[in-house]
């Protein structure tokens, strides 16, 4: 039993980091990444970017 909450534990905590990431609190994604995250971090930057356009359109 123990081992399956640390197993859900340390997953929660790798998708949090990825989702952070991707939400733009790291800078650039890394070298590494597959097509999947890639396109995930990509995703994420032009969500933002456009939420800040809405921002500044409205203000």
Avoid: Y
């Amino acid at each position: 039993m123990a081992a399956m909450e640390l197993v859900a534990w340390m997953q929660l905590r790798v998708w949090s980091i990825w989702v952070m990431q991707g939400l733009g609190f790291g800078s650039e994604p890394a070298d590494n990444l597959g097509s999947s995250e890639a396109m995930a971090w990509n995703a994420g930057r032009a969500f933002r970017k456009r939420e800040q356009a809405k921002e500044e359109f409205h203000t």
